[in-house]
């Protein structure tokens, strides 16, 4: 099957993933973030956001970029996630993936940034700044 090159942009902020107790209430910090998602489950509370907005004491993990993939995607399309994804796990680039409506963001660690961004070329997709 022969996969679909894609448009992506790099966002410039980097981003930190946290984890808080699942009836902590929003932390009012995290609404200034220009990149935000929210998942609370039974579980777990966690917060996608800008790196440089969490206070000491969270638990989290920074130094994640992300590649946003120009869309929007319909929802029936296939293989969308799978043409940038498969690149770079054959890179052995981990990631963390985020849907909203309309597209898809793939975040790679800081460190992986330029193995993750040549894979990308070489497999044909497009990646701006």
Same mark, same amino acid.
């Given at each position: 099957? &022969?996969? $679909? ?7 410039? +902020? /980097? ?5 808080? &107790? ?5 932390? &009012?910090?995290?609404?200034?973030? %220009? =990149? ?6 039974? !579980?777990? =509370?966690?917060?996608?956001? #800008? ?16 590649? %946003?993939?120009?869309? /929007? =995607?319909? =929802? ?15 890179? +052995? ?8 409506? !309309? $597209? #898809? ?9 330029? $193995? ?9 997709? +497009?990646?701006?700044?």
């Amino acid at each position: 099957m &022969e996969t $679909t090159a894609y448009r992506l942009t790099l966002l410039p +902020q /980097p981003l930190a993933i946290c984890q808080l &107790e699942p009836d902590t209430p929003m932390p &009012e910090w995290a609404w200034n973030s %220009k =990149f935000l998602t929210i998942t609370r489950t039974p !579980d777990e =509370f966690s917060l996608l956001c #800008d790196a440089n907005l969490v206070p000491a004491g969270f638990r989290s993990e920074g130094g994640w970029r992300a590649l %946003k993939m120009e869309g /929007p =995607f319909e =929802f029936t399309q296939i293989g969308v996630l799978a043409s940038v994804l498969n690149p770079l796990a054959e890179a +052995q680039v981990s990631i963390l993936s985020i849907a909203t409506y !309309d $597209t #898809d963001y793939v975040l790679v660690a800081e460190p992986d940034l330029p $193995t993750a961004l040549a894979a990308l070329a070489a497999a044909g997709h +497009q990646v701006s700044e």
